[in-house]
């Protein structure tokens, strides 16, 4: 008789402690669909920082896309950069440019312009990872040069990225003219990015060199510098230079030609970084949103 109750006892026991297990795999599954997942390491909210890389290289006439993609993927900050800014851009009659062969091969977005239509190795072009829209040219000061002179513009578009959209403009700006007409070359960018809010970069290759040049064709020492009247002009409009002073982007002649000014975005790193098929060193910053 005492065994009979001391089993009913246990089986009672064994009962509840079944309850027990029961409701707390139930609340641990409720709870499980109650707390939202992390999410992937992969994920655009979890990206670092909310940054993006960009690269502003002359590509220097090239027309062998081959030649392009080796050596960007020799240096790790171009071969992970997010924007490239293109100058020098070859085209063909009726190929793609070596700027969207570039950019098939990498898996990007690209929007390309010619100079002129008879013109085949002044083409300008915006590369991205991220999506590219409201693509604009807009036509700079025509100098005189006596020879070799060149129609210049600039190509402008917002890149459309996962933490906000970017404006960027890329510029190639002419070689032997003097301080103050370059910055009349370049004022139609600055007047036109000035107009736009939310982040902003101004790249490119603007052919900034310490020297007086007379009549546009004989170069000598001294007269205004190009790069601090560059800076002030962009500085009093609120874009700052993303590159510190004293860098040398073209290392035949130790020059700093390339530039990346921002507004609205944090510069949190630059380089130059060597490319062995042009006679620039691209210029590569990370910013953040």
């Known amino acids: 008789m005492k065994y009979t109750m001391h089993l009913r006892r246990r089986m009672s026991d064994n009962r509840k402690l079944h309850v027990i297990y029961l409701f707390a ?6 709870l499980g669909f109650a707390i939202p997942a992390r999410p992937p390491a992969n994920s655009t909210d979890s990206a670092p920082n909310r940054t993006i890389s960009a690269v502003s290289l002359n590509l220097a006439k090239v027309s ?45 977005f690209c929007t390309f312009a010619a100079a002129a239509p008879d013109v085949r190795d002044q083409g300008l072009a915006l590369v ?26 600039a190509i402008s578009a917002k890149v459309h990225t996962p933490w906000g959209d970017v404006r960027v403009w890329n510029v190639h700006l002419d070689t032997r003219v ?35 040049w007379l009549r ?12 601090e009247t560059i800076r ?6 609120g874009f700052q230079s993303a590159l510190p002073r004293g860098l040398n982007t073209f290392p035949s002649f130790p020059r700093h030609l390339d530039w990346m000014f921002t507004r609205a975005l944090t510069a949190l790193n630059a380089s130059t970084e060597p490319a062995a098929f ?9 910013v953040r949103l």
């Open 25 to 30: 795999f139930v609340s641990l599954l409720v």
């Open 216 to 227: 546009n064709m004989a170069p000598l020492p001294g007269g205004p510098s190009h790069s």
């Open 178 to 212: 003097n301080a103050g007409e370059r910055l009349e070359q370049l004022q139609p960018v600055i007047d036109d990015a000035s107009q736009h809010t939310g982040p902003i970069l101004i790249g490119g290759d603007f052919n900034t060199n310490e020297l007086y």
């Open 232 to 237: 002030a002009a962009m500085g009093r409009h």
């Open 128 to 153: 991205s990872r991220y999506p590219i829209s409201e693509v604009r040219i807009t036509r700079l000061k025509i100098c005189d040069l006596g020879f070799r002179s060149r129609r210049r513009f």
């Open 64 to 108: 062998d896309p081959d030649r392009i993609m080796r050596d960007i993927h020799l240096a790790p900050r171009l071969r992970n950069a997010d924007v490239f800014l293109f100058q020098e851009v070859v085209h063909g009659e009726s190929n793609p440019s070596v700027a969207e062969e570039t950019a098939r091969r990498l898996g990007y």
């Open 278 to 286: 042009s006679d620039h060193n691209a210029v590569w910053i990370r």
